[in-house]
């Protein structure tokens, strides 16, 4: 009988340790690094090209002056720094953004289009030119042409859909996409996209991108690991479809990341705030 409640204890200790881990794994908050790799025929087998992606920061501070924030992205030694809106809060909070750029400037080429909480605050045109005074290129709608270790790319990056609300204009925001890059096709070189918005799809399928780099969906909040990518996610809804990962499509792949921001009133659950990084390899 002794015996028998001595192994009992110790499968409730054992179950006890287990859902506490499960527990800590569940609401951990800290910044990971989320790795993809995605291989092409536009560069050649000896080129490859590193791209850290951060979206979604929301103002939010990590570290004295940004410190974690840097020593994560600096040691993935990048080729390009993409940073796909929503970085400023539309509380209009703006000095963790000021700490983040000044940290990061010197790390690598910065590109950078608003989310919607960048129009939201109504001074988007004051964010962006804190952005450029930071060396940051700001897409609008317009690309970049670049030749990184020999890679020819094109950087090209679009407003937040809700521009066109803040511009009160009547224009057709898909169409003015459509319009400002529908012709880059016979461009040479690998072609970027930076959308915050993960869920236009439809709208990239008829463009002619290589790659389009998103965020906006925060992981879809909660997950559960092989089950479930995400709950819910902005513009989405219920069980988002681009939570958060690497979707294929005929003609270019969709990168979405889950973004780097937190709150401890509205918790993460199995979805830690991440930094990703993109390794574009070529092939013969």
Known sequence: MIKIQFVYNIYK????VFILVLIFIAFYNGLVVRRYTLIT??????????IVLVSDLHSKVYGENQTRLRSKIEAENPDIIALVGDIVDDSGRIEGVKLFLEAIKDIGPIYYVTGNHEIRTGQVDKIKD???????YVLENNL?????????????????????????????????????????????????????????????ST????????????????RI???????????????PKYAGGVYEFEN????????VYFNLFLP???????????DIEGME
């Open 130 to 136: 804190l952005f450029k005074s930071f060396g940051v």
């Open 13 to 16: 200790i054992i179950a006890i």
């Open 207 to 222: 463009l002619p991108f290589d790659l389009v780099l998103s965020g906006h969906s925060h992981g879809g909040q909660i």
């Open 225 to 239: 690991p092989f089950l479930l990518n995400g709950l819910y996610a902005p513009h989405q809804g219920f069980f």
């Open 268 to 278: 993460r659950i199995f979805n830690p705030p991440e930094i990703v990084v993109v």
């Open 144 to 204: 970049h042409k670049a030749n990184i270790k020999g890679v020819n790319l094109i950087i090209a990056g679009v407003d937040d859909p809700n521009i066109v609300r803040y511009e009160r204009t009547q224009s057709n925001w898909y169409k003015e996409v459509y319009n400002s890059f529908s012709n880059i096709k016979d461009m040479e070189g690998y072609k970027i996209l930076l959308s915050h918005r993960p869920e236009k799809v439809d709208l990239y």
């Open 41 to 50: 025929k536009k560069i050649q087998s000896n080129q490859s090209i590193r």
């Open 252 to 259: 270019y792949t969709l990168v979405v990341s889950r973004g």
